[in-house]
């Protein structure tokens, strides 16, 4: 079994960090599209009155 080296751990700890990043992101994008499309039926309804 090989030990890992400086580089490996440096490299795992950047994989997990800009997985984090990448899940913040997705979600929020989510969310974000939700609110529009939130928004954009309050809007319909305001109109329809």
């Known amino acids: ?3 890992m080296d400086g580089m490996d751990i440096v ?3 950047a994989i ?3 997985a984090r990043l990448g899940g ?3 979600s ?3 969310a974000m599209k939700k609110e ?3 928004d954009k039926q309050e809007e ?3 109109e329809g009155e």
């Open 1 to 3: 079994m090989r030990t």
């Open 36 to 38: 529009k499309l939130k």
């Open 11 to 13: 490299m795992v700890i």
């Open 44 to 46: 319909g309804e305001a």
């Open 28 to 30: 929020r994008y989510i």
């Open 24 to 26: 913040r992101l997705v």
């Open 16 to 18: 997990l960090l800009f």
